[in-house]
Protein backbone atom coordinates (compact mmCIF):
# COMPACT_ATOMS: atom_id res chain seq x y z
CA UNK A 1 0.00 0.00 0.00
CA UNK A 2 1.15 3.14 -1.07
CA UNK A 3 1.20 6.63 0.92
CA UNK A 4 -0.48 8.15 -1.79
CA UNK A 5 -3.28 6.10 -1.72
CA UNK A 6 -4.87 7.41 1.27
CA UNK A 7 -4.89 10.61 0.61
CA UNK A 8 -7.47 9.92 -2.26
CA UNK A 9 -10.88 10.55 -1.10
CA UNK A 10 -12.88 7.49 -1.10
CA UNK A 11 -14.99 5.99 -3.81
CA UNK A 12 -18.17 7.05 -2.37
CA UNK A 13 -20.97 4.36 -2.34
CA UNK A 14 -23.59 6.37 -1.15
CA UNK A 15 -24.59 8.44 -3.97
CA UNK A 16 -27.54 8.10 -6.31
CA UNK A 17 -29.25 5.00 -6.02
CA UNK A 18 -27.08 4.44 -3.04
CA UNK A 19 -28.66 6.52 -1.08
CA UNK A 20 -31.58 3.90 -1.02
CA UNK A 21 -29.87 1.16 -0.81
CA UNK A 22 -28.18 2.36 2.60
CA UNK A 23 -31.31 3.39 4.31
CA UNK A 24 -32.91 -0.17 3.42
CA UNK A 25 -29.87 -1.51 5.04
CA UNK A 26 -30.53 0.20 7.94
CA UNK A 27 -34.02 -0.31 8.24
CA UNK A 28 -33.21 -4.13 7.84
CA UNK A 29 -30.19 -3.50 10.81
CA UNK A 30 -32.46 -2.17 13.27
CA UNK A 31 -35.46 -4.31 12.12
CA UNK A 32 -32.83 -8.17 12.47
CA UNK A 33 -31.04 -6.58 15.23
CA UNK A 34 -33.81 -5.41 17.40
CA UNK A 35 -35.76 -8.12 17.17
CA UNK A 36 -33.29 -11.11 17.06
CA UNK A 37 -31.71 -9.38 21.15
CA UNK A 38 -35.79 -8.81 22.43
CA UNK A 39 -36.21 -12.68 21.32
CA UNK A 40 -33.05 -14.28 22.36
CA UNK A 41 -33.04 -11.85 25.73
CA UNK A 42 -36.97 -12.91 26.35
CA UNK A 43 -37.45 -16.52 25.11
CA UNK A 44 -34.37 -18.19 23.31
CA UNK A 45 -35.55 -21.98 24.09
CA UNK A 46 -38.13 -21.27 22.12
CA UNK A 47 -36.55 -21.36 18.41
CA UNK A 48 -32.96 -20.71 19.29
CA UNK A 49 -32.13 -21.60 15.76
CA UNK A 50 -34.57 -19.21 14.45
CA UNK A 51 -33.14 -16.51 16.94
CA UNK A 52 -29.60 -16.71 15.74
CA UNK A 53 -30.02 -16.82 12.49
CA UNK A 54 -31.87 -13.73 12.87
CA UNK A 55 -29.10 -12.32 15.02
CA UNK A 56 -26.47 -12.91 11.98
CA UNK A 57 -28.29 -11.65 9.60
CA UNK A 58 -28.61 -8.35 11.91
CA UNK A 59 -24.38 -8.55 11.83
CA UNK A 60 -24.10 -9.09 8.14
CA UNK A 61 -26.51 -5.98 7.46
CA UNK A 62 -25.02 -3.86 9.87
CA UNK A 63 -21.55 -4.76 8.15
CA UNK A 64 -22.58 -3.69 4.83
CA UNK A 65 -24.30 -1.03 6.05
CA UNK A 66 -21.18 0.70 7.28
CA UNK A 67 -18.86 -0.68 4.55
CA UNK A 68 -21.56 1.73 2.06
CA UNK A 69 -20.94 4.08 3.99
CA UNK A 70 -17.36 4.17 4.75
CA UNK A 71 -16.88 3.97 0.83
CA UNK A 72 -13.40 3.23 -0.85
CA UNK A 73 -12.86 0.07 -2.76
CA UNK A 74 -11.81 -2.48 -0.08
CA UNK A 75 -14.92 -1.58 1.09
CA UNK A 76 -16.77 -1.96 -2.47
CA UNK A 77 -15.26 -5.48 -2.40
CA UNK A 78 -15.97 -6.21 1.59
CA UNK A 79 -20.36 -5.27 0.98
CA UNK A 80 -20.10 -7.19 -2.34
CA UNK A 81 -19.20 -10.65 -0.46
CA UNK A 82 -21.46 -9.89 2.19
CA UNK A 83 -24.11 -9.33 -0.27
CA UNK A 84 -23.28 -12.82 -1.99
CA UNK A 85 -23.41 -14.19 1.21
CA UNK A 86 -26.17 -12.99 2.52
CA UNK A 87 -28.10 -13.50 -0.81
CA UNK A 88 -27.30 -17.54 0.07
CA UNK A 89 -28.00 -17.21 3.07
CA UNK A 90 -31.58 -15.86 2.74
CA UNK A 91 -31.56 -18.63 -0.55
CA UNK A 92 -30.57 -21.31 2.16
CA UNK A 93 -32.96 -20.17 5.26
CA UNK A 94 -35.94 -19.28 2.86
CA UNK A 95 -35.82 -23.10 1.37
CA UNK A 96 -34.74 -24.91 4.49
CA UNK A 97 -37.85 -23.30 6.05
CA UNK A 98 -40.33 -24.23 3.16
CA UNK A 99 -38.55 -27.81 3.33
CA UNK A 100 -38.23 -28.44 7.37
CA UNK A 101 -40.90 -26.20 8.90
CA UNK A 102 -40.42 -28.05 12.18
CA UNK A 103 -36.69 -26.94 12.62
CA UNK A 104 -38.31 -23.72 12.75
CA UNK A 105 -41.07 -22.93 15.54
CA UNK A 106 -41.20 -19.25 15.22
CA UNK A 107 -39.70 -16.75 12.14
CA UNK A 108 -36.43 -15.86 11.66
CA UNK A 109 -35.71 -12.79 9.03
CA UNK A 110 -35.23 -14.57 6.45
CA UNK A 111 -38.11 -17.11 6.41
CA UNK A 112 -40.19 -17.63 3.50
CA UNK A 113 -36.96 -15.76 1.36
CA UNK A 114 -38.07 -12.91 3.51
CA UNK A 115 -42.12 -12.91 3.02
CA UNK A 116 -42.47 -11.02 6.16
CA UNK A 117 -40.53 -8.18 4.95
CA UNK A 118 -42.51 -7.92 1.78
CA UNK A 119 -39.08 -9.82 0.27
CA UNK A 120 -37.08 -7.28 0.84
CA UNK A 121 -34.18 -9.69 2.06
CA UNK A 122 -33.97 -11.08 -1.24
CA UNK A 123 -34.49 -8.14 -3.38
CA UNK A 124 -32.25 -6.10 -1.27
CA UNK A 125 -28.77 -8.40 -1.81
CA UNK A 126 -29.73 -8.52 -5.53
CA UNK A 127 -29.78 -4.83 -6.16
CA UNK A 128 -26.47 -4.20 -3.88
CA UNK A 129 -24.78 -6.65 -6.22
CA UNK A 130 -25.71 -4.95 -9.18
CA UNK A 131 -25.37 -1.48 -7.61
CA UNK A 132 -21.68 -2.84 -6.24
CA UNK A 133 -20.63 -4.66 -9.41
CA UNK A 134 -20.20 -2.05 -11.98
CA UNK A 135 -18.57 0.20 -9.21
CA UNK A 136 -19.76 3.73 -8.75
CA UNK A 137 -18.38 6.66 -11.66
CA UNK A 138 -16.29 9.24 -9.88
CA UNK A 139 -18.12 11.92 -10.57
CA UNK A 140 -21.77 12.14 -9.56
CA UNK A 141 -23.76 11.61 -12.79
CA UNK A 142 -26.67 13.76 -11.21
CA UNK B 1 -58.17 6.51 19.91
CA UNK B 2 -55.14 4.81 19.55
CA UNK B 3 -56.24 3.07 16.33
CA UNK B 4 -57.74 6.06 14.66
CA UNK B 5 -54.02 7.95 15.04
CA UNK B 6 -52.82 4.82 13.65
CA UNK B 7 -54.71 5.00 10.77
CA UNK B 8 -54.71 8.69 10.07
CA UNK B 9 -50.12 7.89 10.14
CA UNK B 10 -50.43 5.38 8.25
CA UNK B 11 -52.36 7.13 5.41
CA UNK B 12 -50.16 10.27 5.68
CA UNK B 13 -47.37 7.95 5.52
CA UNK B 14 -48.64 6.83 2.18
CA UNK B 15 -49.25 10.20 1.06
CA UNK B 16 -45.56 11.68 1.57
CA UNK B 17 -44.46 8.29 -0.11
CA UNK B 18 -46.64 8.58 -3.09
CA UNK B 19 -45.92 12.63 -3.79
CA UNK B 20 -42.34 11.68 -3.11
CA UNK B 21 -42.37 8.70 -5.58
CA UNK B 22 -44.00 11.48 -7.96
CA UNK B 23 -41.06 13.62 -7.52
CA UNK B 24 -38.56 11.02 -7.94
CA UNK B 25 -40.61 10.54 -11.30
CA UNK B 26 -40.08 14.08 -12.43
CA UNK B 27 -36.55 13.47 -11.57
CA UNK B 28 -36.87 16.19 -8.95
CA UNK B 29 -34.91 15.95 -5.39
CA UNK B 30 -37.16 16.74 -2.40
CA UNK B 31 -38.06 20.76 -1.62
CA UNK B 32 -39.33 22.56 0.54
CA UNK B 33 -42.97 21.38 0.20
CA UNK B 34 -41.82 17.88 0.69
CA UNK B 35 -40.04 18.81 4.23
CA UNK B 36 -43.42 20.21 5.64
CA UNK B 37 -44.67 16.83 4.25
CA UNK B 38 -42.48 15.01 6.16
CA UNK B 39 -42.50 17.28 9.09
CA UNK B 40 -46.39 16.74 9.74
CA UNK B 41 -46.17 12.95 9.01
CA UNK B 42 -43.18 13.01 11.59
CA UNK B 43 -45.59 15.13 13.90
CA UNK B 44 -48.48 12.67 13.78
CA UNK B 45 -45.82 9.84 14.76
CA UNK B 46 -44.75 12.20 17.91
CA UNK B 47 -48.23 12.30 18.89
CA UNK B 48 -48.74 9.05 18.38
CA UNK B 49 -45.96 8.34 20.65
CA UNK B 50 -47.39 10.39 23.17
CA UNK B 51 -50.50 9.03 23.05
CA UNK B 52 -49.13 5.75 23.41
CA UNK B 53 -47.19 6.27 26.16
CA UNK B 54 -50.01 7.83 28.44
CA UNK B 55 -52.08 4.59 27.53
CA UNK B 56 -49.47 2.68 28.93
CA UNK B 57 -49.20 4.69 32.03
CA UNK B 58 -53.00 4.69 32.22
CA UNK B 59 -52.21 0.75 32.62
CA UNK B 60 -53.71 -0.30 28.82
CA UNK B 61 -51.76 -3.43 27.83
CA UNK B 62 -50.76 -4.08 23.91
CA UNK B 63 -51.58 -7.21 22.97
CA UNK B 64 -48.35 -8.30 21.85
CA UNK B 65 -46.70 -7.13 25.11
CA UNK B 66 -45.43 -3.60 26.01
CA UNK B 67 -41.88 -4.13 24.76
CA UNK B 68 -42.49 -4.53 21.68
CA UNK B 69 -45.48 -1.60 21.55
CA UNK B 70 -42.81 0.82 22.19
CA UNK B 71 -39.81 -0.24 20.36
CA UNK B 72 -42.44 0.06 17.04
CA UNK B 73 -43.84 3.44 18.43
CA UNK B 74 -39.86 4.89 18.78
CA UNK B 75 -39.62 2.97 15.28
CA UNK B 76 -42.34 4.54 13.49
CA UNK B 77 -41.26 7.90 14.64
CA UNK B 78 -37.57 7.73 13.67
CA UNK B 79 -38.38 6.33 10.08
CA UNK B 80 -39.36 9.65 8.64
CA UNK B 81 -37.07 12.07 9.90
CA UNK B 82 -34.09 9.22 9.05
CA UNK B 83 -35.21 9.46 5.34
CA UNK B 84 -35.48 12.87 5.45
CA UNK B 85 -32.16 13.80 6.50
CA UNK B 86 -30.60 11.41 3.99
CA UNK B 87 -32.51 13.63 1.27
CA UNK B 88 -31.15 16.43 2.51
CA UNK B 89 -27.72 15.10 1.66
CA UNK B 90 -29.12 13.85 -1.95
CA UNK B 91 -29.83 16.51 -3.67
CA UNK B 92 -31.14 14.13 -6.61
CA UNK B 93 -34.55 12.43 -7.32
CA UNK B 94 -32.57 9.56 -5.22
CA UNK B 95 -32.99 11.41 -2.55
CA UNK B 96 -36.96 11.53 -3.17
CA UNK B 97 -36.73 8.08 -3.86
CA UNK B 98 -35.35 7.14 -0.15
CA UNK B 99 -38.27 9.62 1.55
CA UNK B 100 -40.69 7.58 -0.18
CA UNK B 101 -39.44 4.72 0.62
CA UNK B 102 -39.71 5.63 4.29
CA UNK B 103 -43.61 6.62 4.00
CA UNK B 104 -43.81 3.03 2.80
CA UNK B 105 -41.80 1.49 5.50
CA UNK B 106 -43.67 3.66 7.75
CA UNK B 107 -46.72 2.32 6.59
CA UNK B 108 -46.05 -1.13 7.25
CA UNK B 109 -44.88 -0.40 10.68
CA UNK B 110 -48.65 1.36 11.10
CA UNK B 111 -49.95 -2.31 10.34
CA UNK B 112 -47.78 -4.02 12.62
CA UNK B 113 -48.63 -1.02 15.46
CA UNK B 114 -52.23 -1.77 14.80
CA UNK B 115 -51.75 -5.67 15.18
CA UNK B 116 -49.77 -5.19 18.46
CA UNK B 117 -52.22 -3.17 20.40
CA UNK B 118 -54.81 -5.77 19.09
CA UNK B 119 -57.32 -3.86 17.30
Known amino acids: ?13 ISGPGTLLVWLYGVMVVGAVSRSAYQIATEFDRAPLAYSLSAVAGLVYGF ?9 ETARKAALACCVAELAGVLTVGTWTLIEPSAFPDATVWSDFGMGYLFIPVLLPLSAIYWLRRGVPREDAA | MLDVLTLVTGV ?12 AYRDQPTK ?3 FIGMAVVTLLSL ?20 TIFVAYLLGAFACVPAAGF ?34
Open chain 2, 86 to 119: MSLAERTRWGSVTVAAGGVVLAVLEVRLYDIWGG
Open chain 2, 47 to 66: IQLVAGIVLLAQGEKPEQGT
Open chain 1, 64 to 72: ITYSLVRGG
Open chain 2, 32 to 34: DWH
Open chain 1, 1 to 13: MTSGEAEVSRQRL
Open chain 2, 12 to 23: AALLLAAWCGWA
